[in-house]
């Protein structure tokens, strides 16, 4: 399938589990898979910090673990803090304190095991971008046959994997499906391996960033045709928005640093006091466009947030409600708490648990946008990072982290090279060089 081989047993389980993802979605195994290794990189990690010297030369820790990366440790271990006080404040079960913990184990906590792992491990970046074209091209392969399937009268779903016993956020992440009917428009909509489309999209963009960087022609090729596809036939508002923007932002960064696009920008600013009204004005019409393109699905998100708002307002403004609740038929009986990482928080966790997240997101954030203005090597991370923060406006990230894996080791790798000092691309000197070398082998 590729020519490029890991090195040592990190990479091993990493690239492993990324090219068999289409395997893994075959069997509905993809919600397993994902804590599975988060958990089994998290403690080798751990154990190559704890060993050091001592460990096999191959897996010997790359460096300290950066302080960005100890930001989403402690984060992370003070959402489960916060948690565990939500549930003693509502008086809720033991089984539902469990429950919620194992939830954490499987969602939240995997924001910091992936950076923990790609920031210790000697894993390189080029490991992964070339596993994402890989995926590519699978999705390539497989494309004809979902995109006939309406057509052929074929079944929009294929089975619910017995994995469902495992537990999980729904059915939905344990089912094989070919496509969706929307329910809207009556047309069908393609999510490929993930649980729903929106969420295809927005994995679309990211296999699109990773393949950007890739070397192969054909490899990058099959990463970006793969990437667009999974936008376009998801047909979701917030892929087509992250697919212009989250390649495109990264790579005007270095425009900072540059004397005649200071001048250009006064001068488009200055512009506005003529053209301000009507620029406006079409803005607006865009927006309203934009949200009247699935006004139902518009609705119900606003509603939904605004009811958590509410609620979280008068009655859980600092550790939250503990856990979700259901909604009434105003919302489409769809829970409160959900379809929205920051409102879901609020009213979840409350204030405490929206800082766990927002303070290590916006932190890392700014260091990708600095390193981004130096170097090349901070647009991966820096998209990647844009790419998470789209979602968390459309969906739950912590239900969803499952399968941004790969963007969470980048955003460990990247910690490390920028902890390091490093000026290339690589993971180091020794290490960029191999990864140049990988490349040219498997060419």
């Avoid at 589990?17 to 080798?44: E, H, K, Q, R, S």
């Amino acid at each position: 399938m590729s020519a490029f081989s890991p090195r040592n047993p990190a990479e091993t389980m990493l690239w492993r589990a990324l090219i068999w993802t289409w395997p893994f979605y075959f069997i509905g195994a993809l919600y397993v898979v994902g804590p599975v290794l988060a958990w089994l990189m998290g403690g080798l990690a751990v154990l190559a910090l704890y060993l050091g010297p001592a460990i096999r030369a191959d897996l010997r820790p790359a460096g300290p673990v950066p302080p960005v990366v100890t930001g989403w440790i402690l984060g992370m271990i003070l959402m489960l803090i916060v948690l565990l006080i939500g549930h003693v404040d509502w008086d809720l079960s033991l089984r539902q304190t469990i429950k919620s913990t194992v939830g954490w184990a499987k969602g939240w906590a995997l924001l910091a095991l992936f950076p923990l792992a790609g920031a210790v491990l000697p894993v390189r970046r080029a490991l992964l971008v070339r596993g994402q074209c890989v995926v590519g091209a699978w999705t390539l392969a497989l494309a004809p046959l979902m995109l006939l399937a309406p057509t052929l009268g074929l079944p929009e779903r294929i089975f619910v994997s017995p994995l469902r016993a495992v537990g999980g956020p729904g059915p939905e992440y344990f089912t094989v499906f070919l496509f969706t009917w929307d329910p809207a428009t009556w047309t069908p909509r393609w999510q490929f391996f993930a649980p729903w489309s929106p969420f295809a999209a927005l994995l679309g963009v990211m296999m699109f960033l990773f393949a950007l960087e890739e070397k192969h022609r054909g490899w990058r090729g099959a990463g970006l045709l793969a990437g667009m596809l999974m936008v376009f036939a998801s047909k979701s508002r917030m892929g087509l928005v992250g697919l212009l923007i989250c390649p495109v932002g990264p790579r005007l960064m270095p425009l900072l640093l540059r004397g005649w696009a200071w001048h250009v920008g006064a001068a488009l600013i200055a512009s506005l006091a003529v053209f301000g009204t009507t620029l406006a004005t079409a803005l607006g019409d865009g927006v309203y466009a934009f949200k009247m393109a699935r006004a139902d699905s518009t609705r119900v998100r606003a509603t939904l947030q605004r009811i958590a708002e509410e609620r979280w307002q008068n009655e859980a403004p600092w550790f939250g409600h503990g856990t979700i609740q259901p909604g009434s038929h105003l919302v489409e009986y769809m829970p409160i708490g959900s379809h929205h990482t920051w409102y879901g928080l609020l009213f979840i966790k409350g204030l405490a648990g929206f800082c766990a997240l927002l303070i290590p997101l916006v932190w890392n954030t700014g260091l990708a946008l600095v390193d981004a203005t130096r170097h090349a090597r901070g647009r991966l991370p820096l998209g990647i990072l844009m790419t998470i923060m789209l979602l968390s406006f459309g969906e739950n990230l912590e239900i969803q982290v499952y399968l941004l894996w790969p963007g969470l080791v980048m955003l460990g790798i990247h910690a490390r090279e920028m902890h390091a000092g490093c000026s290339g691309p690589g993971t180091g000197r020794k290490t960029g060089r191999g990864d140049q070398d990988s490349v040219r082998k498997s060419t």
